[in-house]
């Protein structure tokens, strides 16, 4: 750690042989040399906005022979080199405040419960299309309740991808670009036939489980068959609440998956429950149809086992669930590593079932959600829009 020298006042700057501590409405607060000079506006190609500058270049570490602070930015004269930085102080306080650089797509989790199905967001596709601010509702949504739904989808086969476009492009599996949720003769999964679906995530075999979910219901006339979600994110937190010693196995340990036919064998191991750096829940990962033969320690089971059906039956629960009919015309889009979804049996020969579907990953919606805030489309929902959501 850098100690400040005694003699140093709040209203100035105050260099080190390291760093500088510089008095910010957050507070005084010290910055790194090799940061400073790397924060230097002048690192960055104005036409590729990539970084040009390579710190490594510098033939001795940089130090600063004088600083001060002139309008909006922290000026530092380079006492290594004939370089002078401007360093906008707004970048210094997000810093000091934050810990990181200011992120319009970090926005917190709206956790959610049984009571939420009839207030998605729902947003008209040809909106999502062609307007800005119907995208970054939608796309604020995935990210804050990990759910939404596009209403009033084109039926023709390009539909889907239009949409799916407008927030990332499509990102394949081991079915392809695309696949078709309908009864078929030689199923390679269980979603395939007109029988129950367990709560699950997609394709937690593969390294990097698909990000975000696509699911246009193109036809939908068959008894029961009804859709099922909750927010694993949710059920999560009411385990850490209700059982600390649970979530942490389930948040600690990783378990195999797989997903495996004539021509693929995916394996991967995956934590139940994911936390970020913070110890935030930040997903879930479950398929008991796609969970292998578990290998952590035997004695590890003892206690791993318990915590882990403890947390499936939590996903049968009532509270956490919701339950609605995909209605044709639909497209139910949910983040993949957080959204737990099922689906209820049908009478098979009641009528016709055929969802579309398709993935994009969370990068490509976290980027386009950034891009539509910079442009001043933020997507909060105004009070007219709560109006119709309840
Ligand atoms: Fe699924």
């Known amino acids: ?6 003699s140093a006042t709040m209203s100035k700057i105050t260099l080190t042989d390291t760093g500088l501590f510089v008095p910010l409405a957050a507070g005084e607060t010290y910055f790194n040399y090799c940061w400073l000079r790397d924060a230097c506006p002048s690192c960055i190609d104005p036409q590729t906005r990539e970084r040009i500058f390579d710190v490594a270049s510098l033939p001795v570490l940089p130090r600063a022979g004088a600083a001060h ?3 909006d930015a922290l000026v530092v004269d380079w006492q290594t080199e004939s370089q002078v ?10 810093l000091a405040t934050r810990g990181r650089a200011d992120d319009p797509a970090d926005l917190p989790r709206n956790l959610w419960y049984a009571d939420r199905v009839a207030s998605f967001v729902r947003v008209p596709q040809q909106a999502v299309l062609n307007d800005q601010a119907s995208r970054a509702q939608l796309t604020r949504a995935l990210i804050e309740d990990g759910i939404a739904i596009v209403t009033g989808m084109d039926s023709d086969t390009d539909s889907l991808p239009r949409l799916v476009n407008a927030i990332g492009p499509i990102t394949p599996s081991a079915e392809g670009l695309f696949f078709d949720v309908r009864v078929e003769i030689e199923p390679t999964n269980l979603a395939f036939t007109a029988g129950p679906l367990e709560m699950h ?8 489980a ?17 859709s099922l979600f909750l927010d694993g994110a949710a059920v999560a937190e009411a385990l850490r609440e209700e059982d600390p010693e649970a979530f942490h196995l389930l ?12 021509n693929w064998d995916y394996r991967a191991h995956q934590r139940v429950i994911e ?11 479950i398929s008991q149809h796609l969970q292998d033969a578990m290998d952590l320690p035997q004695d590890l089971l003892d206690r791993y086992y318990p915590a882990f059906i403890k947390f499936l039956k939590m996903m049968q629960e009532e509270r956490f669930l919701v339950r609605f009919r995909s209605e044709a015309g639909n497209c139910v889009i949910f ?6 979804h099922g689906r209820e049996g049908y009478v098979a020969d009641s009528g016709k079932r055929h969802l579309r579907g398709c993935y994009t990953d969370r990068g490509a919606l976290y980027s386009t959600y950034r891009v539509l805030a910079k442009q001043g489309f933020d997507g909060l929902i105004g009070p007219q829009d709560e109006l119709q959501r309840a």
């Open 85 to 94: 930085s401007r360093i906008p102080l707004d970048l210094l306080e997000t």
């Open 251 to 262: 948040a600690d340990y990783e378990i195999p998956f797989f997903y495996r036919h004539d």
């Open 69 to 71: 602070i002139e309008d």
């Open 201 to 208: 995530t997609d394709l937690p075999g593969e390294e990097a």
């Open 335 to 340: 983040d993949n590593h957080r959204i737990v």
């Open 1 to 6: 750690m850098t100690v400040k020298p005694e």
């Open 210 to 226: 698909p990000g975000v979910q696509f699911l246009h219901c193109l036809e939908n006339t068959v008894e029961g068959g009804f």
């Open 275 to 285: 936390t970020d750096p913070e110890g935030r829940v930040t997903g879930v990962t």
